[in-house]
Structure formats: C-alpha cells, structure tokens
C-alpha cells in the first residue's frame, strides 16, 4: 500500500477549502431526498457517507460533495443495460 505524502495531504486540505462540507439540508437537496429521509438513513446505517463534526447524538454533521455524487452514481439505473 502506498504511503500518504505531504502533497496528498495538502490536496485535500485544499479540496476541502474549495468544497467544505454540504449541511443535511443541502446534501438533501442535492440527492433529491427529504431531509428527513437522510437524517433517517443516519440513523438506520444507510445513504451517503457523512462526516460527524461534533460530538453527541445532535453533533453536527456534513457531506462532501464527492460523496453524495458517488452516491447518486451508485443508484442510477440503466435500463439498457440491464436488458
């Protein structure tokens, strides 16, 4: 397995200043569910990866954007390429 550099590490410090974490709200919206309906996927172990920023059962939590399009990628359907 290939050892992290420096310049991997400041690759994502700058990725994260270019795109910090997306709220609850706005992951939602981006993936076009109900905010409820992700905050209950938490819950039950399912969804997007996310980031837990602060302690506690109510902490705060974000998404990064790669996530949620990798999760969206994951759920599209290609009809014909199932056939």
């Given amino acids: ?3 992290k550099t420096n310049v991997d590490s400041r690759n994502r410090q700058i990725a ?6 997306l709220t609850d709200i706005k992951a939602a919206e981006f993936i076009g569910v109900a905010v409820q309906t992700l905050r209950n ?17 109510r ?5 990064l954007i790669e996530d ?4 969206r990628d994951r759920c599209r359907i290609d009809p014909e390429a199932a056939a």
Avoid: E, N, T
């Fill in 1 to 3: 397995m290939p050892q």
């Fill in 16 to 21: 994260h200043l270019l795109h910090p974490p």
């Fill in 41 to 57: 996927w938490r819950h039950l172990g399912k969804g997007p990866a996310y980031l837990k920023l602060s302690p506690g059962p």
């Fill in 59 to 63: 902490g705060r939590v974000g998404y």
């Fill in 68 to 71: 949620l399009q990798g999760y």
